[in-house]
């Protein structure tokens, strides 16, 4: 009987400790696929969050081959949670291009995709395109159990862009926007944003661990 109970107290904890590990180590990701008439056929960029713990989550746009962030309201997400901080915000550039002038511009309308809760901006026109833009959340009102669970859809979409489409690929600094300019979105989809295979692969791994110790100690 006490053999049984060490077993199960065992068993419990590295489950307890697998999903611990999972919810505080995740990736999840989604492409950036509509846009509000602009810009091509996409896909238009990627977005990528990284949990790295229960409360803290680093959120990174990508622009795809042709593309590049601009202008206010840069990108924008909608957070799920009541309150929250944002630190650690920068962005790549180009060769040639101006850099960084990226600030925190709060709530915002994006552009046929509603109003998203979290928005930045950069300093406006071509020259000072991204490439990248990252920032971290800090959840003070509660905690993320995945990275799926950092965002939540507005009614339309998770994230959004302002994105311009380069005259050229590869976009350099001789390849302007022209008109092609406008906003791209994750569209709403069943689900959301889909994890990544690394925090399933952590959680099998734990359940393993727990199971081989209980035969273990079953048979000592």
């Not at 050229?168 to 022209?178: E, K, N, R, V």
């Not at 399933?200 to 359940?207: A, E, I, K, P, Y």
Request: charge should be neutral; aromatic fraction near 10%; hydrophobic fraction near 45%.
């Amino acid at each position: 009987m006490r053999i049984r109970t060490v077993v199960l107290l065992a068993t419990a904890f590295l489950l307890t400790l697998g999903t611990s590990m999972a919810s505080a180590n995740s990736i999840a990701t989604s492409t950036l696929t509509s846009s509000n008439g602009c810009c091509g056929a996409g896909p238009f960029g990627t977005v990528t969050i990284n949990l790295t713990s229960p409360t803290m989550a680093t959120i990174t746009f990508t622009a795809n081959a042709g593309y590049l962030f601009t202008d206010t309201h840069i990108v924008g997400v909608n957070v799920n949670a009541t309150s929250w901080g944002v630190s650690g915000l920068t962005g790549t550039f180009l060769p040639g291009f101006n850099g960084l002038q990226l600030s925190n511009t709060g709530a915002g309308q994006m552009d046929g995709f509603g109003n998203m809760n979290q928005t930045f901006k950069q300093f406006d026109s071509f020259t000072w395109a991204l490439q990248t833009v990252t920032f971290m959340l800090t959840n003070s009102s509660g905690i993320w159990t995945s990275a799926g669970n950092v965002l939540k859809t507005n009614g339309t979409a998770f994230d959004a862009a302002h994105i311009g489409q380069c005259s050229a690929t590869p976009c350099t600094i001789s390849t302007p926007f022209g008109a092609n300019t406008g906003f791209a979105a994750e569209p709403k989809l069943p689900g959301g944003f889909v994890p990544e295979p690394a925090s399933l692969v952590l959680f099998g791994t734990m359940l393993f661990a727990g199971a081989l110790l209980a035969k273990r100690m079953m048979n000592a």
